[in-house]
């Protein structure tokens, strides 16, 4: 009975998700085609370009600095097209390229898509670790001169950034610390200094400090240099000073 209680119970929450998935879908789709006709053939064309420069990998040259600064004409209002375009392809490593394309492009345009996009990309156990890993360095901006536009945190994304930051896979936790750092409340401080003292894992802790250099205060900075004798910790808390 009480495996049959748990499978039950499991099964309702796997309901759950997918048909928060299928709203997701059904929302990115209306907005693509809400996109002003200029700002889609816009949109269209730096992603055309874009894949063209992934393809050619390394021999890109100057078409990769190219295609970075195109990136600059993308707004939030285009985002509903490339988060469209991320879902078109499969989660084979085959199509690890176009994904990654798609997605880097949704996040660079930021707004309210790019922040369901980021829920699901985080929300959903099948999405490949590539795509977290690359969705995380641009949450970061850790990725060079590429970066995440600006995200709207609303309730529900907050709420998933703290379940994000007590995950067992790190990636998972380090975009928990990194969401967190867009709130700016004591809360959040409160988990980025337990995240930076206490994780297991470099990455993560980096993360946290990297985070409060956006959120952290006077007591932040405090707080964590009472602890730089914890090994490695005073080369982190030099990030938060430098931020």
């Known amino acids: 009975r009480r495996r049959r209680a748990s499978s039950s119970t499991e099964d309702k929450d796997r309901l759950r998700e997918l048909e928060a998935e ?14 002003p006709e200029g700002k889609l053939a816009k949109a269209k064309e730096i992603y055309a370009f874009w894949q063209r420069v992934a393809a050619q990998g390394e021999a890109a040259g100057a078409d990769a600095f190219e295609a970075i600064k195109k990136l600059q004409e993308l707004d ?10 991320y879902g ?11 994904r990654i394309v798609a997605l880097t492009c949704a996040l660079v345009c930021g707004g309210t898509e790019a922040a369901d996009l980021i829920k ?18 641009l949450l970061q901006g850790t990725g060079g001169f590429v970066k995440c536009g600006p995200i709207p945190m609303d309730a529900d994304l907050a709420r998933r950034a703290s379940a994000l930051a ?5 990636v998972d936790r380090a975009a928990g610390a990194s969401l967190l750092g867009r709130l700016e409340t004591a809360d959040s401080r409160s988990t980025l200094h337990a995240l930076a003292l206490n994780d297991e894992n470099h990455s993560v802790k980096a993360a946290a400090i990297r985070a409060l250099g956006r959120a952290g205060d006077h007591s932040s900075l405090a707080y964590l240099e009472s602890r730089l004798d914890a090994p490695g910790f005073e080369k982190l808390v030099g990030v938060l000073q430098a931020s």
């Open 120 to 137: 699901g990309i985080f929300g959903d156990g099948g999405i490949p670790l590539e795509d977290r890993k690359a969705a995380l360095s």
């Open 166 to 170: 007590t995950s067992q896979e790190a």
């Open 22 to 35: 299928i709203l997701l879908l059904r929302r990115n789709l209306e907005a693509s085609k809400k996109i």
């Open 88 to 98: 078109r392809f499969d989660r084979t490593p085959e199509k690890s390229k176009e």
């Open 76 to 85: 939030s209002e285009m985002a509903g097209f490339f988060v469209e375009e």
